[in-house]
């Protein structure tokens, strides 16, 4: 079955480190993979997306990274600030134009990250 | 100012009773999705809709029910056969399917006593 999971259910770390966050999958040909930020008792925020044939995405601290024959993504935060504290999701998408479940997305169970000062 | 609401925001519910829960969005987005998430969990997929007057069902359709009769709302009824509806419940849209970025609403926390 489908199955996709983040490396851990908390990260913790100074602030200055980097923070790196870990989402793998197994029997899934995902399209594009997504990044989400979610603070407690909020909905989630889209931080990044890389599609499958792409190997790397920056933007400001962030970057991710994206390989289809390992079936992982990692996430980076460089120069974690206590801001950054928050549950990080993972979601693959399937499918393409045309299919019956385009946009559909699933998702992991989310990483806590907390950047101690 | 765009963006997508949700209402309530907490809701209290006896056993038995059904409870409709509010998302409108107004990013002219064409796509809608609900999704429920428990404690620890991510997001699991209720039902989606792509266009007005059509939805799918999503992972976890049991003792839900949805309407999309205008392109702005999509609300989502949970049922009295829902056996576990006590969960924080996230609607969200998207654009076409170039830029599937979902836009989420702020959350319904529904609590049933």
């Known amino acids: 079955s489908q199955k996709i999971e983040q490396n851990s259910e908390a990260l913790n770390i100074q602030e200055g480190k980097t923070a790196t966050l870990t989402c793998n999958y197994t029997?899934?040909?995902?399209?594009?993979l997504q990044w989400y930020r979610q603070d407690p008792g909020r909905g989630p925020v889209f931080l990044l997306l890389?599609?499958?044939?792409?190997k790397e995405k920056r933007k400001e601290r962030l970057k991710v990274t994206f390989d289809t024959t390992l079936k992982q993504s990692l996430f980076h935060i460089t120069a974690s600030q206590p801001a950054d504290s928050a549950t990080y999701l993972c979601?693959?998408?399937?499918?393409?134009?045309?299919?019956?479940?385009?946009?559909?997305?699933?998702f992991g169970q989310g990483t806590i990250l907390t950047v101690h000062p | 100012d765009g963006g997508i609401t949700q209402s309530p925001k907490y809701l209290f519910r006896k056993e038995g009773q059904n409870v409709t829960l509010s998302c409108e969005q107004n990013?002219?987005?064409?796509?809608m999705y609900w999704y429920r998430q428990d404690p620890g969990q991510g997001l699991r997929l209720i039902y989606y809709?792509?266009?007005?007057?059509?939805?799918q069902k999503g992972d976890i359709a049991e003792g839900y029910s949805v309407s999309r009769e205008k392109k702005e709302s999509f609300p989502l009824t949970v049922t009295s056969a829902q056996k576990n509806p006590t969960a924080f419940y996230l609607c969200?849209?998207?654009?076409?399917?170039?830029?599937?970025?979902?836009?989420f609403g702020p959350g319904t926390r529904l609590t049933v006593l």
């Open positions: 969200a849209s998207s654009l076409g399917r170039e830029r599937n970025e979902q836009f």
């Open positions: 029997n899934y040909s995902p399209a594009y």
């Open positions: 890389i599609r499958e044939n792409e």
């Open positions: 979601a693959l998408a399937s499918g393409g134009a045309g299919g019956t479940s385009y946009g559909k997305l699933t």
């Open positions: 990013l002219n987005h064409d796509a």
């Open positions: 809709s792509q266009i007005v007057n059509d939805f």
